[in-house]
């Protein structure tokens, strides 16, 4: 449904802020933080530099080093993967699922929420690096279980790997 509860407390904590901030007095508030700020940066109005669309590629794989070359890692890990699967019929080699059904689906709620926040900012015309922080917490997350995935490929957690599976499967 549309109407969930949990919009109520999105409302009680967010709109306190903006009421008192558009009732301060200054109107200034309401054309700076919610027209300027959140529709014009996006659309490049008058005062608003213009990178090009490419500038969130260059700062993320500048500013994310050396996790960048993980997720360029990720990235030809899951094309390879659907090139094999999809285009070559290749099924048999198709590499072990995912350890459970909640980290498949946190695997791919995160790819998509990266994917579509990345490439709508770089729709926009007005860029901050610190827009990427949008992103970091998908990132992170598929990071770190690609590289738990990918744990015995890179001898990481070789001892006692039979004591901490008997430790998650009790």
Same mark, same amino acid.
């Given at each position: 449904?549309?109407?969930?509860?949990?919009?109520?407390?999105?409302?009680?904590?967010?709109?306190?802020?903006?009421?008192?901030?558009?009732? !301060?007095?200054?109107?200034?508030?309401?054309?700076?933080?919610?027209?300027?700020?959140?529709?014009?940066?996006?659309?490049?109005?008058?005062?608003?530099?213009?990178?090009?669309?490419?500038?969130?590629?260059?700062?993320?794989?500048?500013?994310?080093?050396?996790?960048?070359?993980?997720?360029?890692?990720?990235?030809?890990?899951?094309?390879?993967?659907?090139?094999?699967?999809?285009?070559?019929?290749?099924?048999?080699?198709?590499?072990?699922?995912?350890? !459970?059904?909640?980290?498949?689906?946190?695997?791919?709620? !995160?790819?998509?929420?990266?994917?579509?926040?990345?490439?709508?900012?770089?729709?926009?015309?007005?860029?901050? !690096?610190?827009?990427?922080?949008?992103?970091?917490?998908?990132?992170?997350?598929?990071?770190?279980?690609?590289?738990?995935?990918?744990?015995?490929?890179?001898?990481?957690?070789?001892?006692?790997?039979?004591?901490?599976?008997?430790?998650?499967?009790?």
């Amino acid at each position: 449904t549309l109407v969930n509860y949990r919009w109520v407390y999105i409302l009680l904590v967010a709109c306190p802020w903006y009421l008192v901030a558009a009732f !301060s007095g200054k109107d200034t508030f309401i054309q700076r933080q919610l027209i300027f700020e959140n529709v014009s940066r996006f659309f490049g109005a008058e005062g608003i530099t213009i990178k090009p669309w490419w500038f969130y590629f260059q700062h993320f794989w500048t500013q994310s080093f050396p996790w960048s070359f993980v997720i360029f890692f990720i990235i030809c890990d899951q094309i390879y993967k659907l090139i094999k699967i999809k285009f070559l019929k290749n099924e048999d080699s198709k590499e072990p699922e995912l350890s !459970s059904s909640a980290e498949s689906l946190i695997f791919k709620i !995160s790819t998509i929420w990266a994917v579509v926040v990345f490439f709508f900012l770089s729709l926009s015309a007005g860029k901050r !690096s610190a827009y990427l922080l949008l992103i970091t917490i998908p990132v992170n997350l598929l990071i770190s279980i690609y590289l738990y995935r990918k744990r015995e490929i890179f001898n990481i957690f070789q001892e006692g790997k039979e004591q901490s599976a008997k430790i998650i499967y009790k």
